[in-house]
Each structure stands twice: as C-alpha cells, then as structure tokens.
C-alpha cells in the first residue's frame, strides 16, 4: 500500500508540474518545447538572407499576430531555403492556412518572413512527398 501510495503521489506531482507549464507557456516568451506559447520576444533580425543557417534544425513559430501563438518546429536547409512541413492535424497549420504571414526566431533574433505552399515537385525531390511543405521567405 505504502508503495501504491508514492506511485500516485508522483503521478499527482508530475500532472501539477506539466499542467503548470501548459498554463505559464502562453505568458512566456515563446514556446516552451511541446507547450505552444505567446509573442515572441527579441531583437529583430538584420539578415535579409538565409546564408547564417548551416544546417537542419528547430525555430520558433509564431502565428496569429492579433493573439500570437507560438510553437518549436522542425525545419529542413537546403540550397538556401527554409523549410516546415506541418501536419494536417497541428493547431498550428490551421493557423498558418489563415494567414502566411508569420514571424520566426532562430536564437535570439526575429524575422518577419511569409510561408508559401511549395508546389513545385522538383523543389520538394528529396522531401517526404505525403508532407505539406512551405518555404519561408523574407518580408520586404
């Protein structure tokens, strides 16, 4: 019984410490690894290319500028382009769906840029062809 009773009280723990982190993500400055957050914060970027990112990695995303929603992603470098595949099923692409333009941070820094749907086959050769895929590109 003495053992049940600790296995519940770090059940009881653990579901405080999450649901605590789910409630306190959307007041931070971004996302906090799978919780979705608000605005994001930071100075803004000064590159007007992608030629800093090296290699595939994980951005912050913020969507809906009139109440921000961020999330980490994935994305995938390559020939100087950035790209997200969002899942059907995400928040986040019913989010992007709405609205293209979106506003991303690698580091500290942000970038206003707009996600356009890659439609060209021989753009997406390589990539996952059952994926949706959008390459972000810089505002002017």
Sequence with gaps: MFIIR???YIVVLFGVVLGGLY???PYNNGPI???PGGALA???GTETDWGFIKDDGVLDLELRPENPYSVRVNYIYRNG???IDPAPDR???ALLQENQNVRVRFDEDIYEVTA?????EAEKEGMDPTRI???LEFRQ
């Design 33 to 35: 690894e799978m919780f």
């Design 81 to 83: 382009n950035i790209y």
């Design 23 to 25: 409630l306190y993500a």
């Design 116 to 120: 356009v749907l890659v439609t060209d």
């Design 6 to 8: 600790w296995i519940f």
């Design 42 to 44: 930071g100075p803004a």
């Design 133 to 135: 895929i959008y390459r």
């Design 91 to 93: 928040t986040w692409y």
